[in-house]
């Protein structure tokens, strides 16, 4: 895992990658992408040799950091027994990454919809929810974010959705649950839960029960913020949905496969949606693989009625070979109960401990391994570090805090005022602690930008 510098190989890497690589999220112009050169378990390094403690596990997916020999080995295996089959034939890989994803769901969610990745698994799920109810709307939460393609884009809440949001696609959407932020003036977590239920089930009777499909939420919002819903509020929405005959939908791409400490992040609340989407943890982004796991009701919709969506790469073999083996390992090497025990023990405690300290931390939020850190100007007024999707000079502060973050060897996870701390789930006791160790350097530099 010792890098080996090759600036002559890197700037060749960069070159071509400026000349025809065409970034997502980006003007072309104005971006620098590192050019890397490998990365193993928890770590990447450049051709330089520079290496980094990856606090982003990619983009919240490698679960079981990077070149896990088990997967590694899983894919060279199905490579040359079949590297690929058409997505209508029962083929062992597919058929063993199902059952295996369908064992640790909760509840009836047993059918298994392979897609290629998160944004095409909340596609198909709008999909079945408005033809399994036969209406039009869904509901989704300001503070979400639910993939690039054209429906999930439009049931995003953030500002990515602004430039792709054709007005026109059948979203209604809800403000969410989160007591730093409130929009309903609570002051306690019994207070937002029962406020934004109000909320939401005003926004339900205005809109029109028998107009709504589904209402589609993040178990744990990831991108927007990570923000746990308080006690009873998803109880709370899958009352509502069974009240008023909506397709409760929950997107777990992020939360999913033991990020919070569980497999599933519904587990910690207790509550089975109707249909649950996942991506990225389910096979740690090795190859590209998502997908919806069905209810037996939704299920029964189709028994008889073809389901009218499909994928050519629907199930891809390699993928599900990768699926299978992460599956395994994380079973058998105790990575989800790691990842709870790790979180209680090392990452709660020193981030609770650094916003003791710096003044720029206003509050800390998260489980498993899944948190962030919720940067202001003012712990008082809770003003923002910076502004609500600050570009340019305006984002001089978060951007002083990633060049601290990546000068102490820590590559961080950055969005808006927020620095998510989403290592690889089996991140060992000494790489965290290096990790919080180049974090709280780097919050002394946001600490300067403090009113």
């Known amino acids: 895992m010792t890098p080996q510098p090759n600036p002559q190989v890197g700037a060749a890497v960069k070159a071509a990658d400026r000349a025809h690589v065409f970034h997502s999220w980006s003007a072309q ?5 590192l050019a890397v050169a490998g990365a193993e378990g928890s770590y990447f390094w450049d051709y330089d040799g520079n290496r ?20 590694v080995a899983a894919i060279q295996e199905q490579a040359a027994k079949m590297t690929t089959f058409a ?3 029962a083929i062992e890989s597919r058929s ?3 059952r295996l994803i369908a064992e ?7 059918k298994i919809f392979f897609t290629n990745g998160g944004a095409d698994a909340v596609e198909h799920a709008l999909r079945m929810a408005r033809l399994h109810t036969g209406r039009p709307k869904v509901l989704s939460a300001y503070r979400s974010y639910h993939g690039g393609t054209q429906q999930a884009i439009n049931v995003t809440g953030d500002p990515r959705r602004w430039a792709n949001d054709s007005g026109s696609a059948g979203v209604v959407r809800f403000w969410a649950p989160f007591l730093y932020r409130s929009r309903f003036y609570a002051e306690t977590e019994e207070q937002e839960c029962a406020r934004a239920l109000e909320h939401l089930e005003s926004t339900i009777r205005f809109e029109g029960p028998a107009t709504i499909a589904a209402i589609i939420l993040e178990t744990v919002p990831g991108t927007a913020g990570i923000m746990l819903p308080p006690a009873g509020y998803l109880a709370g929405v899958r009352e509502l949905c069974d009240r008023y005959g909506i397709v409760f939908v929950l997107d777990e791409v992020m939360a999913g496969f033991g990020r919070t400490g569980k497999w599933f992040a519904a587990d910690l609340y207790d509550v089975t949606p109707d249909l649950m989407t996942f991506a990225k943890g389910v096979n740690s982004g090795y190859v ?3 997908g919806v796991a069905i209810s037996g009701a939704i299920a029964e919709t189709f028994a008889k009625r073809p389901y009218p969506g499909g994928l050519t790469y629907s199930g891809h073999p390699l993928a599900c070979a990768a699926a299978v083996a992460t599956i395994t390992a994380m079973e058998e090497e105790g990575i989800v109960e790691q990842a709870a025990k790790t979180g209680a023990e090392i990452i709660e405690p020193a981030l609770r401990e650094l916003a003791g300290r710096h003044p720029s931390v206003g509050e800390v939020r998260g489980v498993g391994m899944f948190w962030a850190l919720e940067l202001v100007r003012d712990q008082e007024t809770r003003e923002p570090l910076v502004p609500y999707n600050a570009a340019g000079a305006d984002n001089a502060p978060m951007a002083a805090f990633g060049a601290a973050a990546k000068k102490n060897g820590l590559w961080p996870f950055i969005n808006m005022n927020r620095t998510h701390v989403v290592p690889p789930l089996n991140i060992t006791e000494a790489e965290a602690k290096e990790g919080l ?3 709280d350097a780097a919050l002394s530099v946001a600490d300067e930008h403090v009113a």
């Open 104 to 110: 640790r769901t909760p509840g009836d969610l047993d």
């Open 96 to 98: 063993e990454a199902a």
């Open 437 to 439: 160790a180049a974090l």
């Open 87 to 89: 997505p209508a034939f």
């Open 29 to 33: 112009e104005l971006i620098d992408p």
């Open 288 to 290: 590209p693989l998502g």
């Open 52 to 71: 980094y403690l990856d606090f982003t596990s990619g983009l919240v997916y490698t679960n079981i950091g990077y070149q896990h020999p088990k997967v």
